[in-house]
Nanobody
Framework: QVQLVESGGGLVQAGGSLRLSCAAS????????VGWFRQASGKEREFVAA????????KLSDSVKGRFTISRDNAKNTVYLQMNYLKPEDTAVYYC?????????????????WGQGTQVTVSS
């Protein structure tokens, strides 16, 4: 069992930066790949980024490539999403998810555990 807690969201102006954290419970965190997804108001939840178990491989959606970076520190049981050059269209609730059998998956149903989400609002 893994519990995930996101933090770091908030209100930022366009062009600014935020770093989201996804803190996990449990001593087997390094056996889980992690993904970030987001859901804007009135829209479906979409894939943002994913990172492999050790952190050697990552995947980013085209909409955030070049602006966002995903990383992890397994010693701290934490995955980070560094978001730079934020745009108003990045406004959404951001969720992290963990999966034991996924490899950089963009498919939500393949993840086993989800956090409650953190709100990111980017003003123009």
């Amino acid at each position: 069992q893994v519990q995930l807690v996101e933090s770091g969201g908030g209100l930022v102006q366009a062009g600014g930066s935020l770093r989201l954290s996804c803190a996990a419970s449990g001593r087997t965190f390094s056996t889980y790949a992690v993904g970030w997804f987001r859901q804007a108001s009135g829209k479906e939840r979409e894939f943002v980024a994913a990172i492999s178990r050790i952190g050697w491989s990552t995947k980013l959606s085209d909409s955030v490539k070049g602006r966002f970076t995903i990383s992890r520190d397994n010693a701290k049981n934490t995955v980070y999403l560094q978001m730079n050059y934020l745009k108003p269209e990045d406004t959404a609730v951001y969720y992290c998810a963990a999966g034991s059998s996924v490899v950089l998956s963009t498919v939500q149903s393949e993840y086993d555990y989800w956090g409650q989400g953190t709100q990111v609002t980017v003003s123009s």
